[in-house]
């Protein structure tokens, strides 16, 4: 359900709010417009924003410092998830439960593990009632291109027993060239992508073409796309989802065929996949691995809320890709309770990547390029709780994949007895930490080595150092962390052994790393497995790899802390307080505080503050937090419900 302001005329956090029906989208919810017809009209009943010129602008101040791609593919066939999201009802940021319950917002969202197997995803919704064009969040553009993976939109054209023969008149004006030779949806579209940093679109034309257009338009305006924005220096790739189902694709065969049509790459379903639909791809020019089989769940058993067999049907072919639709209800049943969620999510994540063949994996070649440091929390983005240095904040269930840290490389250890998992029961910063088993059952007979982080490539000037933040819970053989270097002729290690005199309570140990010279560059970080015959078990909640100075170093407070804009929602259930800050490079996120309580973290310096009740007076505090953990002295500003701009 779409929240309407009641207020006119207001430019709300760049949102500039028209009156008309279709300009009721809510700050808070991911941006999703409705496309135009030749007189500047939406589809009938579309409540998203009109997309336009201006409009495309309208949610940019919450994409600022994202992220570029590196796109670490490596060519080979791959899984590509798409995630399904509603269009009204998905966050911006991360939210109370009591307030996402007042107003109607969903709190739980999907989670990517593995990304060393996901080179692209596609954040998949729309209709014809919320709008044809969905935008991810910012949050998952970051956490997609910070682990080299691309990000797809959706343009959504919904059938026609779904309101898709209301789109017709958008549909044909979108397919349209000017007088001037260019396509004005497609220019928009262009520039959108560029305003929020997205890699592309995938087109689900589900609706019938009406007034002689057909997919050979279709394909001249998405070739249109691809040319002009490599020439506008932001080349971005389109995806076609190709259906054989003729009653609501009548120019299938002749038009609307896969003979008719080329883009980037082409989503097919899997009952209408066979031998020659793969070949009249290849014969168009796709290669193999940009064909994408629509998988097929064939049978889902549940055990204690648990996945047990999420069976896809995966194709014998080894040389196409396979898209995986509805990634997020696989991974996620609906029916989890709040405190199970991120276990349960990550276990069937586990469980998914165990059946997927081998030749769908690590396609994705993580390189994190040049930098003076390297830091995680081990934080997934979604937890039980919430934690701060270490300490529970009872702020309940959350989920917001913005503050998703880089991720260990690989969860499946092969090593018998040995167990490296997330545990969602503590943490020392968000919601996770790393947890390590070994088991007692099966000794281990000698050292194993499994790389955690790899392609590191840090390079640390002065004062290099490694600290690890942990709790050893069992045993007295300890676990190390190791960091592997290079330097010209010279490889080596520096170890720190994870032990601790106080079992259950987080310790902090640290090791001065060897100096390298300016060719010499940090590789990899490894967890040792000790010799031993006993049980093992410790927990890590961070990792530094850096300098000392930085490691210690207090971040400022931020600077310009300001209201941008206060406005009730439509049924005046809460108040929206969008404030805004200028934070610095040592930032790793913000607390936001309301009223001396913990309301939620960002990775941006920009935030919806939601309320409920409404007519409050609040403060509103703002306090930065390193990479090593340690927080900044808190900025706060006194907000009130009179600050409300009139009409």
């Known amino acids: 359900m779409n929240k309407k302001f009641n207020v006119c005329m207001l430019f709300v956090l760049l949102l500039l709010l028209k009156s008309t029906s279709y300009a009721t989208v809510n700050s808070l919810a991911n941006p999703h417009f409705c496309l135009p017809d030749a007189n500047g009209n939406p589809p009938v009943g579309c409540t998203g924003m009109l997309f336009t010129k201006n409009s495309i602008s309208d949610f940019a101040q919450f994409y600022k410092n994202l992220p570029v791609l590196h796109s670490g593919w490596n060519k080979q066939p791959r899984v590509v998830p798409f995630l399904l999201f509603s269009t009204s009802q998905t966050p911006l940021n991360m939210v109370t439960k009591q307030t996402a319950e007042t107003l109607k917002y969903n709190t739980y969202n999907p989670v990517v593990y593995n990304w060393h197997n996901i080179s692209k995803l596609v954040y998949f919704g729309g209709s014809e009632n919320e709008g044809q064009i969905l ?48 396509y004005p949806i497609a220019d928009l579209l262009i520039s959108a992508a560029r305003k929020y940093h997205i890699d592309g679109y995938f087109i689900n034309e589900e609706a019938f073409y009406l007034n002689d257009k057909s997919s050979i338009n279709l394909s001249a305006f998405v070739r249109y796309i691809e040319k002009t924005s490599k020439e506008e220096g932001y080349p971005i790739k389109i995806e ?17 065929g896969l003979n008719a049509f080329a883009a980037n790459s082409v989503f097919i379903e899997n009952w209408s996949l066979d031998s020659n639909t793969i070949n009249k791809a290849i014969s168009m020019g796709y290669p193999e691995a940009n064909i994408e089989y629509g998988t097929q769940r064939t049978i889902t058993t549940f055990t204690q809320n648990i996945c047990v067999a999420c069976n896809l049907h995966f194709l014998p072919n080894k040389n196409i890709s396979a898209a995986v639709f509805a990634f997020s209800d696989i991974l996620s049943p609906n029916h989890l309770n709040e405190n199970d969620k991120p276990s349960q999510q990550y276990k069937n994540a586990m469980r998914f990547w165990r059946i997927t063949p081998s030749y769908l994996k690590n396609s994705n070649n993580l390189d994190y390029g040049t930098n003076n440091f390297f830091a995680t929390d081990f934080n997934a983005g979604i937890g039980r709780d919430y934690y701060i240095q270490g300490v529970r904040q009872h702020y309940g269930f959350w989920s917001a994949i913005g503050l998703q840290d880089i991720l260990p490389i690989n969860f499946l250890s092969d090593t018998p007895g040995l167990k490296i998992s997330l545990d969602f029961n503590d943490a020392y910063n968000g919601g996770s930490s790393l947890r390590i088993i070994k088991r007692q059952i099966i000794p281990i007979s000698k050292p194993h080595h499994i790389t955690l982080y790899d392609h590191l490539n840090v390079s640390i000037k002065n004062n290099p150092v490694m600290y690890v933040t942990y709790k050893q819970l069992i ?48 590789q990899s970080i490894e967890l040792v497995v000790p010799k ?116």
Request: proline share 5%; net charge negative; with cysteine.
């Open 532 to 647: 031993s015959s006993i049980k093992e078990k410790t927990v890590i909640g961070q990792l530094y790899l850096g300098s000392l100075e930085n490691y210690v170093r207090q971040p400022s407070s931020v600077q310009e802390l300001q209201l941008k804009q206060s406005i009730h929602d439509d049924d005046n259930n809460g108040m929206h307080y969008i404030i805004s800050w200028k934070g610095n490079q040592h930032d790793k996120n913000y607390k936001v505080y309301v009223n001396d309580q913990f309301y939620g973290a960002t990775f941006q310096n920009i935030e919806d503050v939601m309320v409920s009740p409404p007519e409050q007076d609040l403060n509103i505090c703002v306090a930065p937090q390193g990479y090593s953990g340690i927080m900044g002295t808190k900025n706060c500003i006194n907000v009130s419900p009179s600050q409300l701009r009139p009409s």
């Open 135 to 182: 935008i991810p969040t910012p949050g998952w553009i970051k956490a997609a291109h910070q682990n080299g993976s691309a990000i797809f939109a959706t343009i959504f054209f919904s059938p026609n027993s779904y309101g898709g023969s209301d789109e017709t008149n958008q549909l044909d004006y979108m397919l349209t060239l000017n007088k001037s030779g260019h």
């Open 240 to 256: 076609w989802y190709f259906t054989a189902l003729k009653s609501e694709t009548p120019f299938y065969e002749n038009n609307n």
């Open 475 to 522: 045993g007295d053989t300890p676990f190390k962390i190791c960091v592997n270097y290079t330097d010209g002729d010279n490889k080596g290690d520096n170890c720190i052994s994870l032990t601790s005199e106080e079992k259950h309570r987080w310790t902090r140990s640290s090791i001065n790393l060897t100096p390298l010279n300016h060719q010499g560059r940090y």
